[in-house]
């Protein structure tokens, strides 16, 4: 009976983080960014028949996300909404799983805390966490059960049965999440370190079923570059930086930069003091230090070595990805985030775990525990209140996104226009809010700056059209812009509107490569 109403604990407070999530979500009005809207213009055109592996321009990034939305259009519409249902959904499962996954780690009260300090988690996680960007909340999803798999694999107090199921249904994942995203990494490596060193027997036994099964579960990404001379491997692993060159810079970024925002926020979101952001920081890494010295005792609890390998092979295996040099951009934006977001799925563990050591050790540290606990809620909470949504559901690369984009889409309406030359920013949410009846790209993005080129027919459609517009973000009450001054000296005559104060569109009345606006067209911001 214990357990059963522990079991329902979990799941309680699963569906308390879900409703957090949903009043942050409906406060910013269901805002998603140009990479989600790309997301949702992959599940329209999945609708329509087309079958992806990956997101179009990055052989890496599955598009598993756009086929569970699918059915969500299907049944509701393509709406801001529906495109926000997979990662909100998922979000309960990453609140539970990590509950569980402190459970198997220590007991059932850790279970329920780490549980509870995931769904009242840091702000960062909340809204990262809810981006439908492909991969962030799945590959958190995904690591806990593979973690929660490998737990019961290597517990040698479950029958030979659960652990041959739990080993086979590791290696399914292990493919799925190999295909999803290789950010899964930060779960293989203890997860394979732990199972070569205390899980020999069984997978002597089962090997050859979990390759299969691992085959099985990343077929599509095998298939993908079975056909497309395995291109997943160049694209990743060819052009991420001097690795070694930038480690020092890049460890020194993930533990002044992204340590404190992953515990809080972005700093431009200005959501909690410094000394509460260093308070956080000292409990969730105290944490983090009570996973290693639980797993350093005597027993050498499986699963707590595996979360304390975790904390410990986090930092490397984000250098020598390469990716971390990404942080090193000279605009100061977010770039990395949401590759060591997987951390979360350790930090609540941890601290939940510090809090119930605390207790036992001393009966009278009960009340510190408690009060520890509570702050961290606390102050997580304060930060999503003081979020302002609109700006925090903002892409971290196009922070002046719109608003709305209503009044533009009512003014090219009213002008009867379809194409558009816009900021890659705002493109494909133009495009995803009006279901393509109206088509944008980003001329400079694509052919000045050679970035990535998502649906590659719609500049090519935009360019064969008789009438088009140029719409840039603006500052509100800005004028003589380098956009409206291109269009002077090009010659060629104009209309210039202004839908709203951050948005402006110039329509020319006579066809113009926009080869001849050159940087006038480039990024403002």
Request: with cysteine; proline share 6%; hydrophobic share 50%.
């Amino acid at each position: 009976m214990n357990r059963s109403i522990k079991h329902q604990t979990i799941l309680w407070i699963a569906l308390a983080g879900l409703i957090l999530r949903l009043i942050l979500l409906i406060a910013a009005g269901w805002r998603y960014d140009y990479d989600e809207g790309m997301v949702g213009l992959q599940v329209l055109r999945i609708q329509h028949g087309a079958r992806p592996v990956f997101h179009p321009g990055q052989p890496y990034l599955a598009a598993l996300e756009s086929y569970l939305t699918a059915p969500l259009f299907a049944l509701f519409g393509a709406n801001a909404v529906t495109l926000k249902m997979i990662p909100w959904l998922l979000s309960g499962v990453y609140v539970a799983t990590t509950g569980w996954l402190g459970w198997r780690a220590f007991n059932r009260q850790v279970g329920v805390l780490a549980a509870l300090l995931a769904a009242f988690a840091p702000t960062y996680l909340l809204i990262t966490g809810l981006k439908t960007w492909g991969a962030t909340t799945e590959t958190l999803v995904l690591g806990n059960l593979a973690l929660i798999s490998a737990s019961y694999a290597l517990d040698r107090s479950q029958s030979p049965a659960i652990r041959a199921r739990a080993v086979l249904l590791l290696g399914f994942m292990g493919g799925v999440a190999f295909w999803v995203s290789w950010l899964i990494a930060f779960y293989a490596v203890p997860i394979l370190l732990v199972l070569l060193w205390q899980g020999r027997d069984v997978l002597r036994r089962h090997w050859w079923a979990v390759g299969l099964l691992f085959l099985a579960g990343s077929a599509p990404f095998w298939w993908y570059n079975l056909w497309h001379d395995f291109e997943t491997f160049p694209y990743l692993l060819g052009d991420q930086g001097d690795s070694w060159g930038n480690a020092w810079a890049v460890l020194d970024h993930l533990n002044y930069n992204l340590s404190p925002r992953l515990v809080s926020g972005d700093p431009d979101w200005k959501l909690l003091s410094w000394p509460a952001i260093w308070w956080l920081q000292m409990v969730y890494q105290g944490g983090l230090v009570a996973l290693m010295i639980a797993a350093g005792r005597k027993h050498r609890h499986p699963t707590r070595v595996m979360l304390a390998l975790f904390a410990v092979c986090l930092p490397p295996v984000y250098v020598l990805s390469g990716f971390g040099s990404h942080a090193l951009n000279d605009f100061g934006f977010d770039a990395t985030g949401r590759y060591v977001l997987m951390i979360h799925s350790v930090l609540p563990v941890g601290a939940a775990a510090l809090c119930v050591t605390l207790t036992r050790w001393r009966r009278w540290l009960r009340y510190p525990a408690a009060a520890i606990l509570t702050s961290v809620i606390g102050l997580n909470l304060l930060g999503a209140m003081r979020a302002d949504p609109v700006q925090t559901f903002a892409s971290p690369y196009y922070a002046r996104q719109p608003a709305t984009l209503q009044p533009l889409i009512d003014f090219l309406d009213e002008q009867n226009i379809r194409h558009v030359w816009t900021d890659v920013g705002i493109a494909h949410v133009l495009m995803f809010q009006t279901e393509e009846r109206i088509l944008a790209a980003d001329w400079y993005d694509i052919y000045g700056a050679k970035g990535l080129v998502r649906f590659p027919e719609v500049p090519l459609k935009i360019a064969a059209a008789d009438r088009v517009a140029f719409v840039e973000v603006i500052l509100p009450g800005q004028t003589n812009t380098p956009f409206e001054q291109a269009f002077r000296d090009s010659g060629v005559p104009h209309i210039i509107a202004r839908p709203t104060s951050d948005l402006l569109v110039i329509v020319p009345l006579a066809p113009i490569d926009p080869a001849v606006l050159g940087d006038g067209i480039g990024y403002q911001f």
